[in-house]
């Protein structure tokens, strides 16, 4: 056989996509949507916000967490994740997963109850990510 790797285009990827998505309904029976894009403020500032969005088995993904320098330790990141955990439960979810770098908020995910299920070190760069999970 004379296989070659190349370069997918935008139109490619979506295909790819849609491919893997057509796949998955075997084993995924239920429509998968939703999101939770939340920020908390100080008056008219934004101090700290998060994104996540639902993925398959009731898992919902946060992907960005963040909290300003100067409100850290203040239970403002404490009182973002415990609305994105509400608004999960109202989506449907069961759990919620998240990584993190080892210079970011891993402690702070272990003192609000998230267990640490898997890591990796790049000693070559400097660097551990954590992954964590929360059954809500």
């Known amino acids: 056989m004379d296989y070659k790797v190349i370069e997918l285009n935008d139109s ?37 916000g998060a994104d996540a969005d639902m993925t398959a088995y009731k898992i919902l993904y946060v992907s960005t967490v963040f909290v300003d320098k100067d ?34 908020g891993r402690d702070f995910y272990r003192s609000i109850g998230y267990e640490e299920v898997g890591f990796y070190e790049n000693k070559d760069d400097g660097f551990s990510e954590h992954f964590f999970l929360k059954r809500i």
């Open 12 to 48: 490619q990827v979506e295909d790819i996509e849609n491919r893997l998505e057509q796949y998955d309904k075997n084993h995924i029976t239920y429509d998968i949507s939703g999101s939770i894009k939340i920020g908390v403020v100080d008056g008219d500032r934004l101090i700290a």
């Open 71 to 104: 409100y850290r330790n203040n239970k403002v990141g404490t009182k973002l994740m415990s609305e994105i955990e509400k608004q999960a439960k109202l989506l449907g979810e069961n759990m919620i997963r998240l990584d993190t770098f080892n210079w970011q």
